[in-house]
């Protein structure tokens, strides 16, 4: 099965918490579930992405990534990934939460909340933003899969930054409403 090339944004991200993890010598998780018109998990895309071009990273760490697959919101992947390290790390202090700066607010007040709603008072969230990339100037019309080597320069697309924009505005005022936040 071919997976779906990731988006820069994505592929920055993957980076970014793999050298986290290595620096850390921490647990890397990859989290999130089945994405609509899909038939593999966020998560296990994030994996096979770090397979394919950051094998050598992903050998450097002290412990296979764990995968919580399930998740279909911010909220879910915030319990669950918090169930799925007490499980396996019961004794972590920190949790590095690594997003994009339009994710960063929503992502990581959900994990600080539901971290004050877990068994796990002791874990401190830690939030790593990654900048947005330069912005190409049109929209490509043909998405083809980040290069590797150049994910963390390939640029991003101003429609599609524009779109996170806008849905991280409305989902903080849903989180905000419902009480996530």
């Not at 593999?40 to 096979?48: F, H, P």
């Amino acid at each position: 099965m071919s997976l779906p090339p990731q988006s820069p944004l994505l592929a920055q991200r993957i980076r970014r918490g793999l050298t986290l993890a290595i620096r850390r010598r921490a647990r890397l998780i990859f989290s999130g579930g089945v994405p609509a018109g899909t038939a593999v998990t966020e998560a296990g895309q994030m994996l096979e992405h770090a397979r394919n071009c950051h094998a050598e990273g992903l050998g450097a760490l002290r412990h296979s990534p764990l995968l919580e697959e399930s998740s279909a919101s911010t909220y879910e992947n915030a319990v669950r990934t918090l169930a799925l390290l007490r499980q396996a790390e019961p004794t972590t202090r920190n949790l590095y939460v690594v997003t994009n700066q339009f994710h960063q607010l929503r992502a990581c007040a959900t994990f600080r909340r539901a971290v004050n709603h877990s068994l796990s008072p002791q874990l401190r969230i830690r939030c790593v933003a990654m900048p947005p990339s330069r912005l190409q100037s049109r929209p490509s019309l043909e998405r083809s899969a980040v290069p590797c080597d150049r994910s963390a320069a390939q640029p991003v697309d101003a429609l599609e930054l524009s779109w996170v924009l806008v849905r991280e505005v409305v989902a903080l005022g849903k989180y905000w409403a419902v009480g996530w936040i």
